[in-house]
T-cell receptor, first 114, second 117 residues
Framework: NAGVTQTPKFQVLKTGQSMTLQCAQDMNHEYMSWYRQDPGMGLRLIHYSVGAGITDQGEVPNGYNVSRSTTEDFPLRLLSAAPSQTSVYFC?????????????FGPGTRLTVL | AQKITQTQPGMFVQEKEAVTLDCTYD???????LFWYKQPSSGEMIFLIY??????QNATEGRYSLNFQKARKSANLVISASQLGDSAMYFC??????????????FGSGTQLTVLP
């Protein structure tokens, strides 16, 4: 049981490049979310999913796309990277109906856009 | 308006002393949950404690307790007997709505706690 895994751990992009941040969980969790954490700030929700085939926007969705074709995977796509997207990205998952304390975070991906 | 407010950007505490980290929240929902997470310098998010809006008792988890004052909309974290390993950033977060209805959290800006030997 690996929990929530994220790849890559670090990434440097040039402005305008695209890339996909990977998130996977092996706990059969229905709920998955993407957050970003900017320096000195708390996490802000980008997109979330309540199950395969269902996604919705969070607080800061612009510039990002998501899809949820399987329960296990929830990739985050940057369409055309901008320096403002330099941040640490966290993926989280939880089980529907579980007590609220059971939300699991991945280790994060540190992204720098030059 | 900010939904979660943490007014202490940085706090210092002497080892073995207790410390309180402040958190106030703003919601019109009757059902909500409040969380505290610890983020050490290594960057991972570690769940510490949870309080539901209908819970009558303050939550406790080992050395962590949550001082929940519903009328004041505050959910302060109390760490007893501080240890050097408690030095980290601490985030307060809130989930609005019924448990299980959504798992999206709103975070505060955090408090950097430093434990002094």
């Amino acid at each position: 049981n690996a929990g929530v895994t994220q790849t890559p751990k670090f990434q440097v992009l040039k402005t305008g490049q695209s890339m996909t941040l990977q998130c996977a969980q092996d706990m059969n969790h229905e709920y998955m979310s993407w957050y970003r954490q900017d320096p000195g700030m708390g996490l802000r929700l980008i997109h979330y999913s309540v199950g395969a085939g269902i996604t919705d926007q969070g607080e800061v969705p612009n510039g990002y796309n998501v899809s949820r074709s399987t329960t296990e995977d929830f990739p985050l796509r940057l369409l055309s990277a901008a320096p403002s997207q330099t941040s640490v990205y966290f993926c989280a998952s939880s089980l529907q109906g579980a007590p609220d304390n059971e939300q699991f975070f991945g280790p994060g991906t540190r992204l720098t856009v030059l | 308006a900010q939904k979660i407010t943490q007014t202490q950007p940085g706090m210092f505490v002497q080892e073995k002393e207790a410390v309180t980290l402040d958190c106030t929240y703003d919601t019109s929902d009757q059902s909500y949950g409040l969380f505290w997470y610890k983020q050490p310098s290594s960057g991972e998010m570690i769940f510490l404690i949870y309080q539901g809006s209908y819970d009558e008792q303050n939550a406790t988890e080992g050395r962590y307790s949550l001082n929940f004052q519903k009328a004041r909309k505050s959910a302060n974290l109390v760490i007893s007997a501080s240890q050097l390993g408690d030095s980290a950033m601490y985030f307060c977060a809130m989930r609005e709505g019924l448990p299980g209805s959504a798992r999206q959290l709103t975070f505060g800006s955090g408090t950097q706690l430093t434990v002094l030997p």
